[in-house]
C-alpha cells in the first residue's frame, strides 16, 4: 500500500528529521512566516543557506521533537508552549546574536499593501506601462507621474520618484505599483523565541541597537580614562595624559612658589610682573 502525505509514517520521519537537526544546533529558533509566501520563503532560504537551516512543520511534531532531546538539552522544554501560530524553526551553530542578525536582515522584496513601508527609494521609470487609460490616470497625476498617451497606452514620459524609503504607502500607490510589477516593500522571517545553550531570549533580548550600543561604550570609556587620570591610576592608554597632568601642576606649584627654573621662568616672571604692577597702582591710590 502507498503511503499517503501526511500520514504517521510522514510525521514520524518528519519528528526524525526535526529531532537530527535540534541534536546538532545550539540555537534553535521559533520563527512567524503569517503572510509569507512559498517562493518568498524559498528566497530566504537561498540567501540563509550555509549559515541557518530552515524547516516548516507542524507545532505538534515540533513539540515531539523536543521531548524527545530535551534530557540532553537543559530548558528546551520551555519552547513548547510557545509553539503557537504558523510558524517555521530555525536550527544553526554559533552565537546566537550573528544569527538573529542574519535573520534579521534577511529580506525579500515583495508587492506592497497599504500601510507597509517602502523598503527603498521607488522610482516609477519611464516608459510604457502597459496600462490603458481610464481612472488609474488619476492615480499617477496624484502621484505627481508625469504621463502622456500613445497607441492606446499609457507611458510615462520621465523616471519619477513616488516614495522615499520609509515612507508609508497609501492605497492608490500600493496599488498603482503592483499593477506596474514594482515590488515596493521587503519580508522576512520574524523571530518570536530563540533557544540558545539553555537559555530562552526573546526577540527583543535579541536586538541590539549598535549605534546606541557603541556611543554607550564610547561614553564608558570617557567616563574611566577620566577617573583613572583624576586619581592617578596608570594604565597604558592614559601615561600621556598623567604625564601632561603631572607636568602642569609641577609647572603650577613652582610659579606659586616663584622658583626661578628654566620651563617656569616665563610664568614666573609673568606673575611677579603683574605682582608688581598691582603693588604700584595701589601704591598711588594710597598717595
Given at each position: 500500500?502507498?503511503?499517503?502525505?501526511?500520514?504517521?509514517?510522514?510525521?514520524?520521519e518528519?519528528?526524525?528529521?526535526?529531532?537530527?537537526?535540534?541534536?546538532?544546533?545550539?540555537?534553535?529558533?521559533?520563527?512567524?512566516?503569517?503572510?509569507?509566501?512559498?517562493?518568498?520563503?524559498?528566497?530566504?532560504?537561498?540567501?540563509?543557506?550555509?549559515?541557518?537551516?530552515?524547516?516548516?512543520?507542524?507545532?505538534?511534531?515540533?513539540a515531539?521533537?523536543?521531548?524527545?532531546?530535551?534530557?540532553s538539552?537543559?530548558?528546551?522544554?520551555?519552547?513548547?508552549?510557545?509553539?503557537?501560530?504558523?510558524?517555521?524553526?530555525?536550527?544553526?551553530?554559533?552565537?546566537?546574536?550573528?544569527?538573529?542578525?542574519?535573520?534579521?536582515?534577511?529580506?525579500?522584496?515583495?508587492?506592497?499593501?497599504?500601510?507597509?513601508?517602502?523598503?527603498?527609494?521607488?522610482?516609477?521609470?519611464?516608459?510604457?506601462?502597459?496600462?490603458?487609460?481610464?481612472?488609474?490616470?488619476?492615480?499617477?497625476?496624484?502621484?505627481?507621474?508625469?504621463t502622456?498617451?500613445?497607441?492606446?497606452?499609457?507611458y510615462?514620459?520621465?523616471?519619477?520618484?513616488?516614495?522615499?524609503?520609509?515612507?508609508?504607502?497609501?492605497?492608490?500607490?500600493?496599488?498603482?505599483?503592483?499593477?506596474?510589477?514594482?515590488?515596493?516593500a521587503?519580508?522576512?522571517?520574524?523571530?518570536?523565541?530563540?533557544?540558545?545553550?539553555?537559555?530562552?531570549?526573546?526577540?527583543?533580548?535579541?536586538?541590539?541597537?549598535?549605534?546606541?550600543?557603541?556611543?554607550?561604550?564610547?561614553?564608558a570609556?570617557?567616563?574611566?580614562?577620566?577617573?583613572?587620570?583624576s586619581?592617578?591610576?596608570?594604565?597604558?592608554?592614559?601615561?600621556?595624559?598623567?604625564?601632561m597632568?603631572?607636568?602642569?601642576?609641577?609647572?603650577?606649584?613652582?610659579?606659586?612658589?616663584?622658583?626661578?627654573?628654566?620651563?617656569?621662568?616665563?610664568?614666573?616672571?609673568?606673575?611677579?610682573?603683574?605682582?608688581?604692577?598691582?603693588?604700584?597702582?595701589?601704591?598711588?591710590?594710597?598717595?
Open positions: 500500500m502507498l503511503v499517503k502525505k501526511g500520514s504517521k509514517a510522514r510525521k514520524e518528519t519528528v526524525k528529521s526535526l529531532i537530527g537537526l535540534l541534536s546538532k544546533s545550539n540555537v534553535i529558533g521559533i520563527v512567524d512566516i503569517v503572510g509569507l509566501r512559498a517562493s518568498q520563503l524559498q528566497r530566504i532560504r537561498s540567501k540563509l543557506r550555509g549559515i541557518i537551516t530552515i524547516r516548516v512543520a507542524k507545532n505538534t511534531l515540533m515531539k521533537a523536543v521531548e524527545a532531546v530535551k534530557n538539552k537543559p530548558g528546551l522544554e520551555k519552547l513548547i508552549p510557545l509553539l503557537k501560530g504558523l510558524n517555521a524553526f530555525v536550527f544553526a551553530t554559533g552565537n546566537p546574536f550573528s544569527i538573529y542578525l542574519a535573520i534579521d536582515k534577511c529580506k525579500v522584496p515583495v508587492k506592497a499593501k497599504a500601510g507597509d513601508k517602502a523598503s527603498h527609494d521607488i522610482v516609477i521609470p519611464a516608459g510604457n506601462t502597459g496600462l490603458t487609460p481610464g481612472p488609474v490616470l488619476s492615480v499617477f497625476k496624484s502621484l505627481k507621474v508625469p502622456k498617451i500613445e497607441e492606446g497606452a499609457i510615462v514620459t520621465k523616471d519619477t520618484l513616488v516614495l522615499k524609503k520609509g515612507e508609508v504607502i497609501g492605497v492608490e500607490a500600493a496599488d498603482i505599483l503592483n499593477k506596474l510589477g514594482i515590488e515596493a521587503e519580508a522576512g522571517l520574524n523571530v518570536k523565541y530563540v533557544y540558545a545553550d539553555g537559555l530562552l531570549l526573546s526577540a527583543s533580548d535579541l536586538s541590539l541597537d549598535f549605534n546606541q550600543y557603541r556611543k554607550d561604550i564610547a561614553e570609556f570617557s567616563n574611566a580614562l577620566t577617573l583613572s587620570v586619581i592617578a591610576y596608570p594604565v597604558s592608554v592614559n601615561i600621556p595624559l598623567l604625564l597632568k603631572a607636568h602642569q601642576e609641577a609647572l603650577r606649584l613652582a610659579v606659586g612658589g616663584c622658583l626661578f627654573i628654566k620651563e617656569a621662568l616665563t610664568y614666573t616672571l609673568s606673575r611677579v610682573s603683574v605682582e608688581a604692577l598691582t603693588i604700584a597702582s595701589l601704591a598711588k591710590i594710597t598717595t
